[in-house]
Each structure stands twice: as C-alpha cells, then as structure tokens.
C-alpha cells in the first residue's frame, strides 16, 4: 500500500524559513517523479513542482520558484520542500504527491497533508 | 496559465440521482485533465485520468468525458459515499493549475 506521510509543519514566523518532509512507502520510490501541492485555508489547490526521480530536475510554480525547493533522499525514501521567506499566503495545507509522469502527469497517490500557519 | 473553471461551485443533490460536473479549460488541453475527488478531512484522491480513462478501484459509476476545453466528470446514482468536492487538473502544460472544485452536497 503506498503511503505518504508528511511532517514539519506548524506556525511560523513571517519571513522565517521551514523545511517539511515527506516519507514515503509502499513503491520504489527512486522509480518515480514527486510533487508538492498546496491547499489554502478556502480550500484553493496549488501546484508548488516537482522533483524527478533522481533529483536531477525540477519544476516550480513561477510564483514560488524563488522562495521554494524541492528536494529528495532516495536512500531514505525522503521528499523534502524547503521554504524561505514565508508569508501570510502561504498559509495552506501541504501534500506530498506521487507523480505519474508519462509525459501529460497527474498525481495518484497523495498524502494526508502538513499544515502551515504563518503568523506574527 | 491554464485557467480551469469548474461549475457549479456547489450541487445539491439527492441518492440515485445521476449529476454531472463541468470543467472548462482557458485554451485547448486535448485530454489532459483529471479528476480527483476529496472527502471531508481526508486527501485527495484520483478518480479519472485523461478525461474519460478509468483507475483501478474507483466504483464504475464515475466516468468522464470531454475533449479541447469541455470536460464532464459524470456520476451515474450518487450514492451517500460521494457527497464530497471534485477538483479537475490539467497537465497539458507547466504550471500544473487545478479548478476551483465542485462541492457535491446532500439535498
């Protein structure tokens, strides 16, 4: 059974950095493509990016790609997002997403979700 | 950016009706959109992919059609187990956007 599982989250300090992570199971996880995606407080789903199976490519949101990695341990089976500079909006839950990249992706396995509160 | 605008926001409905849900996309996508549905306090969870293909596991009652920028996520007698909302998502091209979601309430 795939599972995913994230961690990190939590209340934050604008302007302040936060790495969350996100444990995977159940598949190879070096054989595939990973995602974040984001869930605002009304519910709006944003695209963050992608890293490839190796961690030798990424995508990013355009709007997020300044402030925002992703990353990935392979021998831990570990996705990482590390976000700097946080701000009020990106308040939002985060999931962690298996990537079915076969050219036109979608995301078919995703987790439970990570919430982050950002906040004087 | 691909803008998906999904309607109607919400839909009331009673068990055994059939429904079905829009999503329209800004420029064409072909069938590069996917449905997902979420469930009060649960993630998300891929229903159809590629507009109108079937994933393993999910009841046969669900189907999509569409093709260009009209795309339909169909549910044949909504049962109680389906009061949730519906998200569509096109990877057609980067960024990866997602409509707004359709909210399928109990009448």
């Known amino acids: 059974e795939v599972q995913l599982v994230e961690s990190g989250g939590g209340l934050v300090q604008p302007g302040a950095s936060l790495k969350l992570s996100c444990v995977a199971s159940?598949?190879?996880?070096?054989?595939?493509?990973m995602s974040w995606v984001r869930q605002t407080p009304g519910k709006t789903m944003e695209w963050i990016g992608d890293i490839k199976y190796d961690g030798s490519y990424t995508n990013y949101a355009p709007s997020l790609k300044n402030r925002f990695t992703i990353s990935r341990d392979n021998a831990k089976s570990t996705l990482f997002l590390q976000m700097s500079n946080v701000r009020s909006e990106d308040t939002a839950t985060y999931h962690c997403?298996?990537?079915?990249?076969?050219?036109?992706?979608?995301?078919?396995?995703w987790g439970q979700g990570v919430m982050v509160t950002v906040s004087s | 950016d691909i803008v998906l605008t999904q309607s109607p926001a919400t839909l009331s409905v009673t068990p055994g009706e059939s429904v079905s849900l829009s999503c329209r996309a800004s420029?064409?996508?072909?069938?590069?959109i996917h449905w997902y549905q979420q469930k009060s306090n649960e993630s998300p969870r891929l229903l159809i992919k590629?507009?109108?293909q079937s994933i393993s596991g999910i009841p046969s009652r669900f189907s999509g059609s569409g093709s260009g920028t009209d795309f339909t996520l169909s549910i044949n007698r909504v049962e109680s187990e389906d009061f949730s909302v519906y998200y569509c998502q096109q990877s057609n091209s980067l960024p990866r956007t997602f409509g707004g979601g359709t909210k399928l309430e109990l009448k």
């Open positions: 997403t298996r990537l079915y990249y076969g050219g036109y992706s979608y995301f078919d396995y």
């Open positions: 420029q064409g996508i072909n069938t590069n």
């Open positions: 590629y507009a109108s």
């Open positions: 159940g598949f190879t996880f070096s054989d595939y493509w």
